[in-house]
T-cell receptor, first 118, second 109 residues
């Protein structure tokens, strides 16, 4: 069974370019979460998506960042007009169930995409 | 200060010794989870303890949770050099996990 897959593992962009990060959740998982990790820091929540729906985007910067999880295909985190401050590791996680009636579930993390903005 | 703060920030021990890391949080939680991250790699889930549990074991790992003090500890017994990594606690209050800044553990051979 494949775990969460992310690609690319490393991405280098120049300032002003666009970055597209892909995440394929564990097979059968319909809930995807994106986190960002700056050097020497913990992970910070960005967005939570279910198939075709954004459930919670309270951690996403208001501009330049967007996320989607289409019915078919991987989840995409898109960063437009990247700046040096966007350099970080971006992790995707998936779970089989979201919050439901007080239950909570383990999130399975991918290996991350390390974005470097020159 | 933020939810899920670990201490110490860094810990260096000799192989065979025990390592204890602590985590404090501020709001009510559904559960608390501990993760390990090797340098430059993704996160590996270690253990989950629910808010109605006080202690949990998994191999050489022992986790305690004190909801009255809003704190948790992770004990790694008989440490090995391969345990060298960053350890993060994460609190779960719904759709997101809130991570602390982590403890960097170094186990010297």
């Amino acid at each position: 069974n494949a775990g969460v897959m992310q690609n690319p593992r490393h991405l280098v962009r120049r300032r002003g370019q666009e970055a597209r990060l892909r995440c394929s959740p564990v097979k059968g998982h319909s809930h995807v979460y994106w986190y960002r990790q700056l050097p020497e820091e913990g992970l910070k929540f960005m967005v939570y998506l279910q198939k075709e729906n954004i459930i919670d985007e309270s951690g996403m910067p208001k501009e330049r960042f967007s996320a989607e999880f289409p019915k078919e295909g991987p989840s995409i985190l898109r960063i437009q007009q990247v700046v040096r401050g966007d350099s970080a590791a971006y992790f995707c996680a998936s779970s089989p169930l979201g919050r439901r009636g007080g239950l909570s579930n383990e999130q399975f993390f991918g290996p991350g995409t390390r974005l470097t903005v020159l | 200060s933020q939810q899920g703060e670990e201490d110490p920030q860094a810990l260096s021990i000799q192989e065979g010794e025990n390592a204890t890391m602590n985590c404090s949080y501020k709001t009510s939680i559904n559960n608390l989870q501990w993760y390990r991250q090797n340098s430059g790699r993704g996160l590996v889930h270690l253990i989950l303890i629910r808010s109605n549990e006080r202690e949990k074991h998994s191999g050489r790992l022992r986790v305690t949770l004190d909801t009255s003090k809003k704190s948790s500890s992770l004990l790694i017994t008989a440490s090995r050099a391969a345990d060298t990594a960053s350890y993060f606690c994460a609190t779960d209050r719904g759709s997101r996990l809130t991570f602390g800044e982590g403890t960097q553990l170094t186990v010297n051979p």
